[in-house]
């Protein structure tokens, strides 16, 4: 039961997260000053990204919650707490403030982060660790995006 009450915790931070961020970016993706941008011709429709953050954020759940259950730490809380503030903190980077280098720092250091979990808790959470895969490969692709615009306008 205790993996439940974990998993419901976690879908309300990481839902939470992404409310707050949105909240951050303001009409960023409406806004002219991306509208206009020279944008890569793989970005997907704006639908998409919601779409994709819903996956992630159910998967990244259930992997926090797990890892919580095999392995309770302050660490792993500690690297939750800063997967969230930079998860939250590209919005506002991003979209507020048209910061498009510090963006991509941002997500660099966001997908060195999962990458870094996805790697030492491995071991723990062995077929588990399947659910932060989504998230590690959504950063590949949100990286690709954030970069071609840096190196394109």
């Known amino acids: 039961m205790k993996f439940y009450i974990r998993l419901i915790l976690f879908l309300i931070i ?9 909240i951050l970016m303001n009409n960023g993706p409406t806004e002219a000053w991306y509208l206009n941008l020279d944008k890569a011709p793989w970005t997907p429709p704006g639908w998409v990204f919601g779409f994709a953050w819903t996956i992630v954020m159910i998967c ?3 992997y926090m919650a797990k890892l919580l259950e095999a392995k309770n730490t302050s660490t792993i809380l500690i690297l939750f707490g800063i997967q969230f503030i930079l998860n939250v903190s590209w919005n506002y980077v991003f979209f507020n403030q048209h910061m498009v280098s510090f963006g991509m720092i941002n997500l660099i250091l966001l997908f060195m982060l999962i990458a870094y979990m996805t790697i ?3 071991a ?8 932060i895969l989504p998230y590690l490969l959504w ?11 840096l190196f394109n306008n």
Do not use: M
């Open 14 to 22: 990481n839902f939470g997260a992404l409310g707050i961020g949105t």
């Open 139 to 149: 950063l590949i692709v949100a990286n690709t995006l954030n970069g071609y615009i």
């Open 124 to 131: 723990e959470l062995k077929t588990y660790t399947i659910f």
């Open 60 to 62: 990244f759940s259930i």
């Open 120 to 122: 030492t808790y491995k």
